[in-house]
């Protein structure tokens, strides 16, 4: 499974950016895809997560803010960021779970750079 995520970019604080994470290669089975994030000197964080379902998972952090969706047919998953917040700079991380009956894999893309200014 291969992973290109798009998207980031500068904006200012309360404004909006919009995140893409197209999944390619071995799709099938992919069972979960999301944003993780990091900062320089700390642990990736989750951010959001959408299973195949399209059950969500928001950090407490950006719940209300940020809004995550996918798009099965293009197995494409996007991460709607409003309401920035300078504390959101961060290199953003698409990710993939799969489950292949009972065999998981864990997939990340390139990253992608957020920079809030205040």
């Known amino acids: 499974v291969q992973l290109q995520a798009s998207g980031g970019g500068l904006a200012q604080a309360r404004r909006s950016l919009q995140l893409t994470c197209a999944a390619s290669?071995?799709?099938?089975?992919?069972?979960?895809m999301g944003w993780y994030r990091q900062t320089p000197g700390n642990q990736r964080e989750l951010v959001a997560t959408i299973t195949y379902s399209g059950r969500t998972n928001y950090a407490d952090s950006v719940k209300g803010r940020f809004t995550i969706s996918r798009d099965g047919a293009k197995n494409t998953v996007y991460l709607q960021m409003n309401s920035l917040k300078p504390e959101d700079t961060a290199v953003y991380y698409c990710n993939a779970f799969q489950d292949i009956l009972g065999t998981t894999r864990t997939y990340w893309g390139q990253g992608t750079q957020v920079t809030v200014s205040s």
């Open positions: 290669g071995s799709v099938a089975f992919i069972d979960s």
